[in-house]
């Protein structure tokens, strides 16, 4: 962890902290940190700066905390991604909150495992937690939102053509004419399709709502490089 | 596995081979294969092509191939890297393989924790399979070369100079004044630190071997995380 990550519970002045459980243990395991020491934080949502160790003992941490950092710009990325099997779902989540992704969305497609929907990963709680794990990596406070649609076919058709009008909206599809573009630095949508990749009704369907197809080269990458790699040639 | 790989000893004529363990038991549970199917095949560091299976028993599949297509080029990449942890090696190993890295360089750091060294996945036996899983998911042949540079100084002072000289060598350090380059599409050398960074001392010692430092951004990635958005970016 790069980044002491606050909530608002963790408060017991405006400018006191009182910690436990997780972050507690990482002060005296990893840090080693003992009274005096200053170490990063930031609060969930809100400014960055630096937090220093008033008590540390085995069962708190009180930290006198300053916020007057802004956290790192996000990417103006919208990434709508067919819902990968649950271990790279935990990891894609850490990936996103890590490289700046502002807004992900998970889609059913006909190649998702119907099981993929039952994860536990899921749960709010869960999606929070790996979130919150990626944004200690990065030194970052903002959670990107993650929205759930479970139906292709009324999110396409309803909702996707106001998401990608007037922005970049790119369909990343191996086999396409044009090779996916570089440095955009503009509102972007992109989506990622399932392992075997979309089949030819749903790519008709989100070029139907805007979404241009490109590829990324002949090698066939696995989603979770692909997510990393795009990002990556993006922005 | 999007690529059936196979190697010398599973030829038992010009054009037709016989496979049994993990392949064997893809054909029957992934792609549920029977007499008379097509897949894709590839010869390691040869030609892919086609396989039709002639038999597929319980015990072993025999295929008539066809191997007339050459494999993606390799990016024309050395990634330099300190020696990461093992279960996240095992993953780099299979995306280098799969984003198509010409070679691979594991250097000690100051921060490379001694076990590190110890871990199973170096052998080379595990190496290769490791890659081999790459290559498959990539549709590619060739195996990346992977060297193994337990010292730092002698490696960097005597065999780096020659590595980098006349081609683009690049230092990821976080915090340097340079943005990584993209779209180089020449030879590149590129280095990437331990988790937590090259120590002042590294930084100044790949620099005089001829490295230049550039960023990434604000965000502090996992090694992983780098490795890949970085490659993304710079091919």
Known sequence: MNLLLLDTDDFVAED?????????????????AS???HVRVGQIDGLMGSGALLELTADQARLHVQLDQSPPAKLPLTLLLAMPRPKMFRRILQHCATLGVDELILLNSYRVEKSFWQTPFLQPANIRENLLLGLEQARDTRLPTVRIEKRFKPFVEDHLPALSSDILSLLAHPGSATACPRDVQQPTL??????????PYEVEKLQAAGLQPVHLGDRILRVETAVTALIGRLF
């Open 190 to 199: 992109l989506a990622i399709g399932p392992e075997g990749g979309w089949i």
């Open 16 to 32: 006191q902290v009182v910690l436990r459980g997780r972050r507690l243990q990482h002060l005296h395991e990893v840090h080693q």
């Open 35 to 37: 009274a005096g020491d």
